[in-house]
């Protein structure tokens, strides 16, 4: 954004307003430049601004637009220590009356963020509850010359569309809120309940059923500890059954926390076969698939 004979001012359209979002519209203004956030939520955070109702969202999150952006689920805490969570220059440091553990609970960090936003004065810079539908470039002149980019958003809860001009777009929307899905044979056709991580949050609704989690990475190994203190059986789908010493520990602790290989298949009357030949009858399925 700088040119040969000195700095050249833009105006830049910034989508997102979780913590690049937020860092990249206080540089831009540092350097002069103008900046507008447009941001789909009603606050700052992104990823990290908790949403505790999910019912209106897709169970597998299969919305091409998901009415639940973040993925965080009320115990997760981060698996970072805080001393390289937060920016250079504002240090994410324990505050007195708040979560002062070295890997704090997603409230914190969202409450540092919004430290953040305050200290440098970037809520004015945010038009909140806008989600962006179009960005494209702006059909003149010669290719590579000036070139600008049109940006199209509308009111979340209303229909007022807004189309402008921008010198430069910066997309800072993440990549942690589309879920993903395993193909497996017959999934389509399975009549209980499945469910992405994506919409889980607490463990409450899964008591004394029999749960399938599917993936033992971080996500499928809290949800899978978090859920067999209430759940009949838990059985956690890996791709390979050899695991750190610390889960083998935890699974040995809980006799209905059960490590099987990957599914095979599904059937309509609930069976959940695995790689092994082995099955299970289960009531409901989590895919922690990322």
Request: aromatic share 10%.
């Amino acid at each position: 954004m700088v040119s040969e004979q000195g700095q050249s001012t833009k105006n830049v359209c910034v989508i997102g307003a979780g913590p690049s979002g937020l860092v990249a519209a206080r540089e831009l203004r540092k350097e002069g430049h103008t900046a507008v956030v447009l941001e789909q939520n009603h606050d700052i955070g992104g990823q990290w601004l908790y949403e505790p109702n999910v019912e209106k969202e897709d169970p597998l999150g299969k919305n091409k637009f998901l009415d639940v952006h973040s993925s965080v689920y009320d115990s997760l805490r981060i698996v970072s220590p805080r001393e390289i969570m937060g920016f250079t220059d504002f240090p994410f440091m324990s505050k007195k009356n708040r979560d002062t553990r070295r890997f704090p609970g997603h409230k914190e960090l969202w409450l540092y963020l919004k430290d953040f936003c305050e200290y440098f004065g970037l809520k004015e810079m945010i038009r909140f509850n806008t989600r962006v539908e179009y960005v494209g470039m702006l059909d003149y002149g010669v290719f590579g010359k000036d070139l600008k980019w049109v940006v199209k958003s509308k009111e979340k809860k209303g229909e007022k569309r807004v189309e402008e001009v921008f010198d430069a777009v910066i997309v800072a929307t993440g990549h942690y809120s589309q879920p993903r899905l395993p193909s497996i044979k017959g999934m389509d056709a399975w009549k209980r309940k499945q469910i992405h991580s994506h919409v889980y949050r607490v463990p409450e609704p899964f008591r004394n059923e029999v749960v399938v989690i599917v993936g033992n990475s971080l996500s499928g190994q809290d949800i899978s500890m978090e859920i067999v203190k209430v759940a009949k059986e838990v059985y956690l789908s890996a791709k390979s059954l050899e695991v750190t010493d610390g889960l083998s520990k935890v699974i040995s602790k809980h006799r209905n926390l059960h490590l099987y290989p990957q599914i095979q298949s599904l059937h309509e009357d609930g069976r959940v076969e695995f790689e092994d030949g082995s099955c299970v009858i289960a009531d409901t399925i989590i895919y922690c698939t990322g």
